[in-house]
């Protein structure tokens, strides 16, 4: 993933904070309605806008978690690159001893993986 992905992907993430999608099973109103299926929905209200419909619960979280997933990815790609910078810094433009550079590597890895 380039920048430019990663900055498209924020932008839209940005245009929908703050709102959430939920799981609604409708009621089956006839015997020739198609059967079971899942509706995601755009809000946790009575009669929310339908987003999709699909017959496959797991798809259904799937999709209705998409909106806190992937901005917790978006978030962690962010990081993870930060800590990169972090490192190419120290590699690439200092005097450095070994000994001492992989000490700072080590604990910036560290921290990037403990968070």
Not at 14 to 29: L, T
Not at 94 to 113: C, K, M, N, P
Request: charged residues 35%; glycine residues 4%.
């Amino acid at each position: 993933m380039n920048e430019i992905q990663l900055i498209e992907i924020e932008q839209r993430v940005k245009r929908v904070e703050g709102k959430k999608w939920g799981i609604d099973i409708p009621y089956e109103y006839c015997d020739k309605c198609g059967g079971d299926y899942y509706e995601v929905v755009a809000e946790d209200l009575f009669l929310a806008p339908v987003i999709a419909e699909v017959k496959s619960k797991d798809d259904a979280e799937f999709i209705a978690h998409a909106r806190e997933d992937v901005p917790a990815l978006a978030a962690e790609v962010r990081r993870l690159r930060l800590a990169l910078t972090e490192i190419l810094e120290i590699v690439d433009y200092r005097e450095y001893d070994e000994e001492d550079t992989l000490q700072q590597i080590g604990s910036i890895v560290e921290r990037a993986l403990a968070e």
